[in-house]
Structures are given as structure tokens and as C-alpha cells.
């Protein structure tokens, strides 16, 4: 009699784990409930699971169920406890709850100042407090910018400084849809920065990082130095450092752009493709080994290499990440069963979160398991589509087919995160995978051979041809006008439903069970429902958004899918300011064409009158006041609110990002005494008004 044959599903346990865990994370954010509501059910949950072991076989048996809601319940507190754990306002030597006006600081650069537009930036870890005559041990980390005309020499990585200006909370520009940098860096413990003149701050030691970090540090200076040694063209020396070490500083814009537009950014990144590269290539190089009794010996070499390669490359955290996860998966190749694979998958991403859960916010993060688990998921069954005996088309199609495998689980999160599709992402990757291998491969070459000029010379010169063929390739496909689908908008549900609609196919593929297409289907339809619901909703809207870009006067008018600007002319033509700054609201609002641009001061839309200020305004008084719904301070103007009250009656003012600060408060100070609501862009966030 044939044993039952197990469900895939229940052979991969730790990835259902994962489940619960993520829902206690994002549980603990999102809710922010007490600490003590999560260690409560965590000792409640373990110890009813250690009473449950006690249990006879036929107790167990009957409250199996039961068993395996205390062991998600465990997991969902498990997670909520360590994402308190991790939030450093938790901490009671957090530096922001002891910081104020008359306190020093004391910390130390973990870079070494980066050259920006108007200042220089570093990335710094505080460690004491100085208040009157008491020195308190804090923890933390702090942006600095140092004034660009004032830098010392002395200034490096471990560079140790005394701080005496006063810190200023990292906040976000708060306008729709932007990015929300203020979580982003708390995620990194990074709460607070400053900027600091010669007189604001004092060099204590200049030399006080640990040895580890000095070698790592070291280590990548010295690779970058060769690389730009024997790499010849600035566009072909950033991207060889972006390529191998991550270094991002020389990379040009423009390129990154187009990378960005045919869907091969993630090139340009060390992440799990490189990584999985070197991993890919050490299974072919050591193949042999696995038909021996040398197996072991393989397993070693490849751990070996991984890891090597990580630390060549820098130890950052997204290569070390990618070096645990694909170690686990290696490990899972000498047992020889895809379910450990899985499950090795999973483990890794469940450590990783331990170590650190706001990881599952980081977008590298999330890409790289995606595309791991999706190739895992859908690369047999396409492959299988095309069966061939020809070495050489065998080997195209599999290109093809990996390409297209990690492309579906990555594309809803791709969407979500960057709003473009790359609809050339096939011929792209088709041509830059490879060359981007075999390039990897020559700098892992170039660097250990470094002391042999004339061979690092004639690999350096070849290695410049092929970076520079692969920059070609990728403008040219850039270059076709249809390349990317730009403006997708698609909501947390939207792409949750993407999601389950293509890792429900893969696993029906593997099972064949009715209720896995019934779930791949319904979520599918579920995502269209929503999507036509979005659309409904645009088209009804009607707002007016003054928004918060630093300098600029910024202005949309929405109406439906249609939208009217009125706002400085570089906020046109400066792509950078106007992606970074307005798109992301039009990609919210689903705006559908290019927007017209206006000049007038004064108009009125849906019967609301507008007042744009930012010249002085001729006041003429009337018997009766004139009504006005929004007046929008902008520039310097030379107007005074008690002025504008007695011609105007004036229901909302605004203060755009534009305006002197120092105005700013008195005008707010006039406005709250006449008992007129003010809103200050700089300080609130954009200012969003319903038609």
C-alpha cells in the first residue's frame, strides 16, 4: 500500500512560519501597542506549547489545532517584542530624549565625509552626552553636514568630534505620496542631524574606529584605488565600483536613470544577483564533486568562496545578507530535496529579520527574496514549456527563463515601490546578465592580480570594452520610446493581491489542487475590482495641493485625471526636483496628462477664490470685503496680515516652502491672533485642500 503523499506546503514549515512572524511585526508598527501586551501572550503561548508536549499521543492529537494557533500566537508576539526591542526611541539611552539646548554631544564619523552640492555629509554614531558637569553614555545615529568651505583634513572614518550645536529631528517633506525618509532612517536608527560650522563642533581623537572595520574599510578603498587604476571611462569606472563594491559616488545620473527605465537597475546594486551569480557559477565549477564522495568538500569551497566574496565586496549589509541566504541554500543543494531549499530560503529570511525586522520595509530586502523564491518557484515550468537537445539554445532558454521566472513575484513589488514597468526587460536582461557575469568575474580577477600591471593593464582595458558595450546596450534599449510603462500606481491591497495571484499559480502549478487556482483567480479578480474602484475614485477628485519643495513655489490643481500648475518654471524643467518632489503626488492621483502650467496670482475654481502672494499686493479698501478661501504666501513679499484683513476675509492661509522662516512667524503669530488658520509647509508638510 503507497503511502499518502505529503503536500508541498506542508513540507516547507518554516516558510508558513514566516507568516505569522511578519504579521507581529508589522502588528507592532503600525499599532504601536504596549510591550507588555506582546511578552504577556509570548509566555502565555510558550507555556501552554510546553504543556501541550506532556500531553498523551491522543491529547495531542485531538488538540492539534489548538498546538498550532499557540505556535503562530508565539510568533506573532515573538515579532511584535523584537520590533519594540529594535525602535531606538524605546531605549531609555536613545540621545533624542536627553538632547536640549545647552547639551554636548560626543560622536563618531562612521564615513568619511561624502562631497554634496553645498556641504559635505557623514554618517555618525553618537556615544556620550555632556550636560553641565555630568557625562551620560548615549547611543544612536546622527547625520552631519559640515560646511563645505570649512572641512577639516582631519575629518575621516573614526574620526571622533565634540558637538555643541543644538540637533534637529529628521522630518519628511510630507507631501502626497512622497517618500517617507523620516522611517526610513529611524529604520537605521538614524533619528536626528545637524549642521555644523568650525565653531560648532571640536576634533577630539582622530582615530578611533575597531580594527575590524578599519581592515573592512581599508580593504574597499584599496579595491576602488585599482579599479580606478586599470578601469578606463568615467561611466565605466562607477559603474565597475557600483558593480563590485557598491560604491555609488561616480556613477552618472543619466545612466542610472536608463538602467532604471529598462529594468536592470538591480545590476548596478550588490545584492543577491551578484551574489547568486558567484553562487551559480561555483555549482557549474564544482559539479563534479557532487556525483563523489567529495560533497562535503563542495559544500565547503562554496560557503568558502560566498563569503570571501562578500567581504571583498565590502561587507554591506545587502551582500552579507545575500551571502547567509544563498550559504543556507547551498547547504539545502547536498541534502538534494527542493522542499529544504524552501525551507533554507525561508530560515535565512527568518534570522535576518530577527537580527534586524525593519528589514522588512528595506525594498533590497524584499526584492531579493522575491526574485529567489519566484526562480524556485517558476523556472521548471517555463523552462519545461520548450524542451530542446541543443546545448546552445538550451542554454539561451534557460537565460529566457530564469529572467522570466524572477521577473513575476519581483514586477508587484517593483510597481509598488518605483511606479514603472520595464517593458523591455527581456531583450535587456537577455544581453546584460551575461556580460554582467562575466564582467564580475574579471574585477574578482583584476583585484587579485592587481600587482601584475601588464596582465591588470590588458583585463583592465578589456573590462572598460565590455562595461562600455553593456552602457550602449542599455541606452539604446532605453532610447526606444516605448521602454518603460511609467505612472503605475498600485495601493499595499493591489500589490499583496499581485502577489498571491502569482505565488498561488506557482504553487498549483507544483500541486494541481483546485483550491490554489480558486485562490490564484479570486485574488486576481480581486485586484481588478479595487483597480476599477481607484479609477472611479480618480476621476470624481477635485483638490488643490500647495506643496513642500525647499526654495520653490509649488501648486497643482486637480481636477479628475486633469491637472493645472502653477509654480516655478524650474519645477518644470528640472527633472530631479520635479520627480522627486511633485511626481509621486501626480502617480497618487492618477494625473493622465502633462500638466497645463498657469501664471496667473488670482483665479477662482470651483467657486473658491484663489490668492497667490509673492510680490506686494495693491490694497484698496472697499465697503465690502472680498472673499477669499485660500491665500498662498510665497516668495518675500512685503505684506502684513493685519493688512490683507481688512480688505480680504480670508478663511485659510498658507505659507509655502519658499518663504523666509523668519516671516513665517510672524506672519503665523498676526494670523493666530485675528483667528485665521495658517498652515506652514515647511513645518506640516504639503497643504491639501478639497474643491
Known sequence: MQAPQMHFWKKIPVFR????????????????????????????????????????????????????????????????????????????????????????FIAILQEPPVL?????????????????????????????YFKKEQIDNQ??????????????????????????????????????????????????????????????????????????KYIHGEKERGLAEALLVGYKDDLDKNLVQAYSNTGVVHLIAISGLHVGLIYSILLFLTKKLKRSKLNLLRIIIILCSLWIFAFLAGAQPSVLRSALMFSLLASAQVLGKRSYAFNSLAFSAFILLCLNPFLLWDVGFQLSYAAVFSIMLFFRPIYNLLPTQNKILNYLWAIIAVTLAAQILTSPISMYHFHQFPLLFLPTNFIAVPLVSVILIGEVILTAIFFIEPL??????????????????????????????????????????????????????IERKKRLLFLSMGSLMAFFILRTASFYTAIQQQKLIVYNVPKYQAIDIIEGRHLVFAGDDVLIDDNFLRNFHIKPSRILHRVSKPPLHIREKSFNVKGKNIVIADTSLWLEKNSEKKNVDL???????????????????IKQIVADASTPAWKVKLWKKDSDSLQIPFHDVSEKGAFVMKL
Do not use: C
Not at 554634496?116 to 552631519?144: T, W
Not at 510665497?634 to 481688512?646: A, C, D, G, R
Open 116 to 144: 554634496k552640492p553645498n556641504s559635505y555629509k557623514a554618517l555618525a554614531s553618537v556615544k556620550f552626552l555632556i550636560y553641565k558637569d555630568s557625562i551620560s553614555h548615549v547611543h544612536g545615529n546622527l547625520i552631519i
Open 456 to 509: 591588470a593593464n590588458l583585463l583592465g582595458l578589456l573590462l572598460s570594452k565590455l562595461i562600455y558595450a553593456l552602457n550602449t546596450h542599455i541606452e539604446r534599449m532605453n532610447d526606444v520610446f516605448f521602454a518603460v510603462w511609467d505612472g503605475i500606481q498600485l495601493s499595499v491591497i493591489q500589490s499583496v493581491l499581485l502577489l498571491v495571484f502569482a505565488a498561488g499559480s506557482g504553487f498549483w502549478l
Open 155 to 228: 575629518l575621516s572614518s573614526g574620526t571622533e568630534i565634540m558637538i555643541f550645536k543644538k540637533l534637529e529631528p529628521i522630518k519628511n517633506a510630507a507631501n502626497p505620496g512622497g517618500f517617507d525618509y523620516e522611517r526610513f532612517s529611524l529604520f537605521k536608527n538614524i533619528t536626528h542631524q545637524v549642521f555644523l560650522n568650525t565653531s560648532d563642533f571640536r576634533i577630539i581623537k582622530t582615530n578611533s574606529h575597531d580594527y575590524f572595520k578599519e581592515k573592512i574599510v581599508t580593504l574597499r578603498h584599496f579595491i576602488i584605488k585599482n579599479l580606478r
Open 631 to 649: 491665500l498662498v504666501l510665497s516668495k518675500n513679499p512685503k505684506v502684513y496680515i493685519n493688512n490683507l484683513h481688512q480688505v480680504f476675509n
Open 17 to 104: 512560519y514566516i507568516l505569522p512572524f511578519s504579521t507581529g511585526i508589522l502588528l507592532q508598527w503600525y499599532l504601536q501597542f504596549p510591550n507588555s501586551y506582546s511578552i504577556v501572550f509570548f509566555i502565555f503561548s510558550l507555556a501552554a506549547i510546553l504543556l501541550y508536549n506532556l500531553f498523551s499521543i491522543k491529547s495531542k492529537f485531538r488538540f492539534a489545532q489548538l498546538n498550532g494557533f499557540l505556535i503562530h500566537l508565539l510568533l506573532v508576539s515573538l515579532g511584535a517584542l523584537l520590533v519594540w526591542q529594535k525602535d531606538i526611541r524605546n531605549s531609555k539611552e536613545w540621545y533624542g530624549k536627553h538632547a536640549n539646548n545647552k547639551a554636548a
